[in-house]
């Protein structure tokens, strides 16, 4: 019996590690920007279905069911500097409590941009350089945001309310839940890769709201 006590507290005590408490007056946009990416990643894990209810893994990618690693996509730093926390910055100077889109198409479709990505995504696999152009082309990233007037204890449920909220609207529970690798590839080359995200928190003392987008690149 004693064992299953001490068991129990350190179970308890390790769980409360896992929480990280927001201190409103030194709010950490990059700190709560990595804990919504890390609590995004752990959401595509458990998926099963598409936003409007469809099966993943039997109603249009059966091999998913095989390679659930696919629906996971992976943290870019990049996406993170050039789009995601210019946008919430942006998105931050208007004070009303709501959310919007900032127009990055001219960004995201110049060549710069096409090859920056190109390299991240497929530097590395076999497929040659001189072929990047052509899956990049046809690229094209989606983008979540919202606009919060509460407050939380910890950046963990902070977190949790951002995707739940999301879940919420068909709208952004589609953008969330849709596909995010290089289906293409896979399936004309066998070849895993993997999809790009990023996300960004931001809070404004001055009006108490906190702002985030959440950016998906297929």
Not at 25 to 36: G, Y
Not at 91 to 117: C, P, V
Request: glycine share 6%.
């Amino acid at each position: 019996m004693k064992k299953l006590i001490t068991l129990l507290l350190v179970l308890v005590t390790l769980n409360g590690y896992s929480q990280t408490p927001i201190d409103y007056d030194n709010f950490d946009t990059d700190l709560a920007s990595k804990i919504l990416g890390q609590k995004f990643i752990e959401f595509r894990d458990t998926i099963t279905q598409f936003g409007h209810g469809a099966s993943i893994f039997v109603d249009r990618l059966p091999y998913l069911k095989d390679n659930r690693d696919l629906l996971v996509p992976q943290w870019c730093d990049y996406l993170y500097k050039n789009l995601s926390k210019y946008n919430c910055g942006k998105m931050m100077e208007n004070k009303k409590h709501q959310a919007g889109h900032i127009d990055r198409e001219k960004w995201f479709d110049s060549k710069q941009t096409r090859y920056d990505l190109g390299k991240i995504l497929y530097e590395g696999t076999s497929i040659p350089k001189s072929e990047w152009g052509v899956y990049t082309s046809s690229m094209s990233y989606g983008e979540n945001s919202c606009s919060i007037g509460g407050r939380f204890d910890t950046y963990e449920e902070l977190a949790l309310h951002i995707i739940n909220g999301y879940e919420n609207s068909i709208m952004h529970r589609c953008a969330q839940r849709g596909l995010i690798h290089d289906s293409t590839v896979y399936k004309y080359y066998n070849i895993k890769v993997y999809g790009l995200f990023s996300c960004c928190v931001m809070y404004d003392k001055e009006t108490k709201i906190t702002k985030s987008v959440l950016n998906m690149i297929n």
